[in-house]
């Protein structure tokens, strides 16, 4: 299939071009660069330095499908300017959607994410939980769910949701650099690597087993695998949602414990109190993805953690 890919220049996009690309897909990427990275080298694609947007530039009738990763995804900056959310991802998605809707393109596969459920407070989280997202960041992502919904029944687009859990982990070089970074593994891994003092804990007193909180962790490749999985299932008039995460928790003292073992350095770690808004417990049901999708993640915490801190070693 003849796909675009945006935000293929970004940690999750790069990924995921790259296994479309070893599948046999022809790849063409759209990214306006604003947190992604113009050196990464994904041989085979096709790439369009511009916004979302404008992507009627790019989209015409040879094109089967957009797989659409490009958004703004810091949760913080999303509370203190939620209107970057609503103009970055709801109405820059609506555009895409547009330009797709003129070209006759007929699939999506959408990042949606975990964010869109809030803090619903079972042990896993199914994909019928209501979504009750607590910041505008998952609020923008749910409203791109609701348009995709809307689009599949009014005009038959086949659109596939991914709601991804905690994303972690390296594919060679392909890793992550976010800035600012605000995910866990990549913080520790920088404390081991002496580039900051210490890892804070934020929060010792919540009701999981050693009082830190527990997320899903899922590794970038199994991740990417999923896409692959949803661009070939994607069916004409249908939206489909799913989960994507390992069904395991690992707590916060648990990764850093993982990161002492396979990276062999110090990590300091400070005790501090909850975040507020942080909920103790968010783990994925991945079996909707593993019926449909055929999905089920092969990489655990380890090799997260150690595919992350080579890509950190050797790259940077
Ligand atoms: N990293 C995670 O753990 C996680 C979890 C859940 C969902 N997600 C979602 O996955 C997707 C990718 O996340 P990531 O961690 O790779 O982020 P990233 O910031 O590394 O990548 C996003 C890419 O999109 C590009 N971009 C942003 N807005 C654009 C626009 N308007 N037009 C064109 N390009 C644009 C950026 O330049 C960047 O290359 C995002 O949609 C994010 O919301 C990520």
């Given amino acids: 299939m003849k796909l675009l890919v945006t935000g293929g220049a970004?940690?999750?996009?790069?990924?995921?071009?790259?296994?479309?690309l070893n599948d046999g897909h022809s790849v063409e990427i759209l990214d306006n660069l604003t947190t992604g990275h113009?050196?990464?080298?994904?041989?085979?694609?096709?790439?369009?330095?511009?916004?979302?947007?404008?992507?009627?530039e790019v989209l015409d009738s040879t094109f089967d499908g957009v797989v659409h990763l490009a958004a703004k995804s810091l949760v913080g900056e999303s509370v203190e300017h939620p209107e970057r959310y609503w103009h970055g991802n709801i109405v820059a998605s609506l555009r895409l959607l547009d330009a797709m809707r003129a070209a006759g393109v007929p699939r999506m596969v959408?990042?949606?994410?975990?964010?869109?459920?809030?803090?619903?407070?079972?042990?896993?989280?199914?994909?019928?939980?209501?979504p009750r997202p607590t910041n505008p960041y998952g609020a923008s992502k749910l409203a791109i769910d609701h348009m995709l919904t809307a689009e599949a029944h009014a005009h038959g687009l086949a659109a596939v949701s991914l709601r991804y859990f905690n994303v972690a982990g390296a594919s060679g070089a392909l890793r992550e650099r976010h800035d600012p970074e605000t995910h866990l593994i990549p913080n520790i891994l920088r404390v081991a690597l002496g580039e900051s003092t210490e890892v804070k804990?934020?929060?010792?007193?919540?009701?999981t087993r050693d009082g830190t909180a527990i997320r899903d962790y899922i590794h970038v490749v199994d991740l990417a695998d999923a896409h692959v999985r949803a661009v070939r299932t994607a069916t004409a008039g249908k939206h489909a949602v799913y989960n994507l995460g390992t069904g395991t928790g690992t707590s916060v003292r648990e990764i850093i414990d993982a990161v002492r073992e396979i990276t062999g350095r110090?990590?300091?770690?400070?005790?501090?109190?909850?975040?507020?808004?942080?909920?103790?417990?968010?783990?994925?049901?991945?079996?909707r993805a593993a019926e449909e999708l055929g999905w089920r993640p092969q990489r655990d915490i380890r090799e997260m953690v150690a595919d992350a801190w080579n890509a950190l070693q050797q790259f940077s």
Wanted: hydrophobic content about 40%; charged content about 20%; proline content about 8%.
């Fill in 38 to 56: 113009g050196d990464l080298e994904l041989t085979g694609a096709v790439w369009h330095e511009g916004d979302i947007s404008d992507a009627g």
């Fill in 110 to 130: 959408f990042s949606s994410t975990a964010a869109v459920y809030g803090e619903p407070g079972v042990d896993k989280i199914t994909e019928d939980l209501p």
């Fill in 266 to 287: 110090e990590v300091p770690a400070a005790e501090s109190p909850r975040r507020a808004g942080d909920p103790a417990v968010l783990v994925a049901s991945g079996d």
């Fill in 10 to 20: 970004g940690y999750i996009g790069a990924v995921v071009a790259q296994q479309l």
């Fill in 201 to 207: 804990i934020f929060g010792t007193d919540y009701p």
